[in-house]
């Protein structure tokens, strides 16, 4: 009975000691590269993204626009009231 616990616990330690030796090794491929070869895979990994973007089509782009423009003026003219509001009430409380 020990002969068998002992022959399914070795394998299990060589599989360990071969997982720590590839642990060891720093940086795995990345180490291999030289920087400007890492630097070459990010733009080509950033041009792959950018052709998996839905681009909106130009109406959709004028339609967006057009909203945000008007949304801000909107919030401008808000806080002009409000602010031109709260300097006559500090200028009625306070002289």
């Known amino acids: 009975m020990a002969d068998a616990v002992g022959s399914i616990d070795t394998p299990d330690a060589q599989d360990e000691a071969q997982e720590t030796k590839k642990k060891a090794r720093k940086g795995g491929k ?3 590269k030289g920087p400007f ?3 070459a895979l990010f ?3 950033v041009i792959a993204e950018l052709r998996k973007v839905v681009w909106p089509t130009r109406n959709q782009l004028t339609t967006y626009t057009t909203v945000v423009i008007v949304f801000v003026v909107i919030m401008i003219g ?6 031109y509001g709260l300097s006559h009430a500090a200028k009625y409380v306070f002289g």
């Open 30 to 32: 990345r180490a291999k």
């Open 37 to 39: 070869k890492r630097l």
């Open 43 to 45: 733009y080509r990994q």
């Open 78 to 83: 808000l806080v002009t009231v409000i602010d």
